[in-house]
């Protein structure tokens, strides 16, 4: 038999249509899904107008401008030309549709508006305009969970799995019904389960130093958590490291290397 596997975000499946469709936007853990829209800029520039000035961080922050939002960031590469990347502006719900409305009222004005901007907030050099300057708008940048709903996103995450009563061929995967939001392990997570499920593949654990990831069992996971120190022991070696109590390398710099 055939099997149906929908990985669209709810907001648009909500403009599906079709029996099967209707049945699964009529469940109430569907309708508890909440739909944030997301914005993102970035601007050409000929060379790196901001060399020396970002030093180690690679940022500054733009929270107080209206045309540059979160730290402005450098893109690596290098165009033919020498050109450089640099992203201006990254924002979610209300101020992710009001830059979508600007930048669609002209490319030319949010371009200055921009500049104006980037003067502000790196006055030690002269900011030039950009060459070229790049939006973007997705109107399902990530969910969350509608307020007054009794379902937790792990419940939406069960449900998922069957999300059509009496038809075990139907599947949602996709960020929006995984356990956690805004970021690729929740549809990695939610495919996993498609795929140990329906085609008998394990889920897939990465194990480093008795840390498990997404995918793990019930008896790994605990497996894991027996393992954690207890609240005594964590005191203690609060007590060794005196002040602060955290130890980067000791504590959690080892998942990085």
Not at 20 to 42: H, L
Not at 183 to 194: G, K, N, T, Y
């Given at each position: ?158 449900w998922a799995k069957d999300p059509l009563p009496g038809a075990n061929d139907v599947f949602m995967i996709g960020e929006a019904y995984g356990e956690g939001s805004a ?12 795929l140990e499920k329906v085609w008998g593949v394990p889920p897939r654990v990465r194990d480093r130093e008795n840390f498990v990831w997404w995918g793990a069992t019930e008896e790994e996971t ?36």
């Open positions: 038999a055939g099997r149906l596997l929908v990985g669209v975000p709810p907001a648009a499946f909500g403009r599906v249509r079709g029996s099967v469709a209707r049945g699964i936007q009529a469940q109430p853990q569907f309708k508890s899904v909440y739909s944030v829209p997301a914005f993102k800029a970035a601007a050409v520039y000929e060379e790196a107008w901001w060399e020396g000035l970002l030093e180690d961080m690679h940022y500054r922050s733009g929270f107080e401008h209206r045309f540059l939002a979160l730290p402005c960031a450098v893109a690596s590469g290098v165009g033919e030309k020498g050109e450089r990347v640099l992203h201006t502006a990254f924002e979610i719900g209300e101020k992710a549709e009001w830059l979508r409305d600007t930048c669609d009222k002209g490319h030319d004005m949010f371009q200055v508006a921009m500049q104006r901007e980037l003067q502000d907030l790196f006055p030690e050099v002269h900011v030039p305009l950009a060459l070229e300057v790049q939006c973007q708008f997705w109107e399902s940048g990530w969910h969350a969970q509608k307020a007054h709903h009794p379902y937790e996103r792990h419940d939406v995450f069960k970021w690729v392990e929740p549809a990695l997570q939610s495919a996993a389960r498609v605990l497996q894991y958590l027996r393992g954690l120190p207890t609240p005594e022991e964590r005191a203690g070696a609060s007590d060794r490291r005196g002040e602060g109590g955290f130890d980067f390398d000791d504590d959690i710099g080892h998942l990085f290397t």
